[in-house]
């Protein structure tokens, strides 16, 4: 959570930012409203345009996909731990590889609206069962996430105003929330894609002008960027070594292996990425635009290892921890050393805006899969009707957004990584076993994809629970307790071979009881030779 103190940001700052986030606010909402559907057909509020072009899809992948998670804490990771920090950024970059190589295009062509759809396809005997399920899993790891983005708009605002009292606390999260809640249930899809485009645009100009900055201060010299960086640390040639943070010992080298295995695997099975996946008209087009996706995502986090080591050279490794121990103030004090007032609130703006854009499409696919695969499938057993099913993902949409909201409020002492880690390790654990094992293996069965959903849904819960994140050290929510049993704080290493486990267990115990036509879903998946019209 960013805590910096009020010193660090003068009045000037604080004012120009609320301007320029108000007059992004206004300008994208007025927009998302424009642009909104203007018929009652979900395919339109589910997909958006389909037309777009690779770039514009890639931009709205980028957008919906880094949080402000990767501005803040990935920077200050860079500043107070070097080398450890740079692994961590690469393992950002590196997942959008396993979604290109291996998740994309057979989901695109056996998709039609969410993941459900898929797994429907793929077993149909049991599809409600599974819907209910994907449902579950789905709402869990969206209201996470989301509580992570609002409760770090609250972190954001301790910037200008100290720790807040809870009336400002309550008035940040109700504000940013009901943005959200707008974007989301009036813009569907269309909305949610034009703030995210916006975002990822201003990210990637924001992040390319303070490394330039940086990298001018260094005459462009990586070397004396390094060794400058080193000096500042405090620790010298320790600071471009690996053991800082993940490396003191073997718990913390598994630590961070699970952490870059949830965040590798969890990528391709997050619901928001998965509506996106979806939503390219042709495969052509889809692979161009997880390959643009994959490009800014990679110049994000090159240029936030920049400025992390900029940070560390400039200001020092001690002043930073001083300030926030956390490091997630780290680009908001470089921005005001590099360009004062003036550039801290753009970064701040910047912020603000890259919150937004993610709990917009949390929201969306939230809602999107309580209307279509738990109400239009599993209520309503397919008789909804497309106005009636419109109504209801609004209406989800107003609701999941009023739940992040009530738990955004709650004294949470887990940092906002913490709960966005865990999404990830659900992800990974509870989704991408069902969704691999449907993909390309004949012999998975409804059976099988009930307990990986359930079974790494509930195996990653309980792992968080009994583990120091909770309870056992100073840093726990209750550090005056300890029930840890589970050594790690990320129990992604665990979790996801037990998925993939469980999901292989229930199929080989209870298979398939009729022939599941796995030939012509394979063939669909493979070249999507089955008809497409449902979709366009």
Wanted: one cysteine or more; hydrophobic letters at 55%; aromatic letters at 8%.
């Amino acid at each position: 959570m960013v805590t910096v103190s009020t010193s660090v940001v003068n009045r000037f700052s604080l004012q120009l930012t609320f301007v320029l986030f108000l007059s992004v606010v206004v300008v994208t909402l007025f927009t998302a409203l424009l642009t909104a559907p203007q018929r009652d057909e979900i395919s339109e509020f589910y997909l958006g345009n389909r037309n777009m072009s690779p770039l514009r899809n890639g931009l709205a992948m980028c957008g919906d996909y880094l949080s402000a998670a990767t501005l803040l804490g990935s920077t200050g990771l860079v500043a107070l731990t070097g080398y450890d920090g740079l692994l961590y950024l690469g393992g950002t970059t590196v997942a959008w590889m396993a979604v290109l190589l291996v998740i994309a295009e057979p989901l695109h062509n056996s998709g039609r609206f969410t993941l459900g759809d898929t797994l429907a396809l793929r077993l149909p005997r049991l599809q409600r069962p599974v819907r209910l399920a994907l449902a579950v899993c789905t709402l869990v790891i969206t209201t996470l996430y989301l509580v992570a983005q609002l409760v770090g708009s609250v972190a954001l605002l301790t910037q200008f105003v100290g720790e807040p009292s809870q009336a400002v606390r309550t008035l940040c999260v109700i504000a940013i929330g009901t943005i959200v809640i707008v974007y989301a249930a009036l813009g569907g899809m269309p909305g949610a894609t034009f703030i995210q485009v916006v975002k990822a645009v201003m990210l990637v100009s924001g992040v390319a002008i303070m490394a330039v900055l940086v990298l001018t201060r260094f005459h462009w010299n990586v070397d004396a960027l390094l060794s400058a960086a080193a000096r500042g640390s405090g620790l010298g040639q320790r600071f471009l070594e690996s053991g800082l943070r993940y490396g003191a010992g073997t718990t913390s080298k598994l630590d961070f292996f699970s952490l870059e295995l949830a965040i590798v695997l969890g990528l391709a099975a997050l619901p928001h990425v998965v509506m996106r996946l979806l939503a390219p008209r042709t495969n052509r087009v889809l692979r161009t635009s997880v390959v643009w996706a994959m490009g800014l995502v990679g110049f994000v986090c090159l240029a936030a290892g920049i400025l992390g080591l900029g940070a560390t050279a400039i200001l020092g490794r001690e002043n930073i921890a001083k300030i926030d121990p956390r490091g997630d103030a780290t680009v908001l004090l470089l921005a005001q050393s590099l360009g004062g007032g003036l550039l801290t609130a753009l970064i701040s703006c910047l912020a603000f805006v890259t919150l937004l854009a993610v709990a917009a499409g949390l929201t969306l696919a939230a809602a999107s899969s309580l209307a279509h695969d738990l109400y239009g499938e599993v209520i309503r057993k397919g008789r909804a009707t497309q106005t009636e099913e419109l109504g209801v993902a609004r209406m989800a949409a107003a609701v999941i957004g009023v739940l992040g909201m009530l738990l955004a409020l709650l004294p949470w002492e887990i940092s906002t990584a913490g709960l966005a880690f865990l999404a990830f390790a659900i992800a990974a654990s509870a989704i991408l076993p069902a969704l691999v094992y449907s993909l390309f293996w004949r012999r998975f069965s409804a059976h099988g994809a009930l307990l990986s959903l359930y079974g790494g849904l509930a195996c990653s819960v309980l792992l968080v629970v009994f583990s120091p994140v909770l309870s056992g050290s100073p840093t726990s929510v209750y550090p005056h307790i300890d029930f840890a049993w589970f050594p790690l704080q990320n129990p992604g290493i665990v979790s996801i071979p037990a998925g993939f486990l469980l999901g292989w267990v229930g199929s080989v115990l209870r298979p398939q009881q009729e022939p599941s036509g796995y030939e012509e879903f394979e063939i669909r998946t493979l070249v999507g030779a089955a008809p497409r019209a449902a979709r366009d």
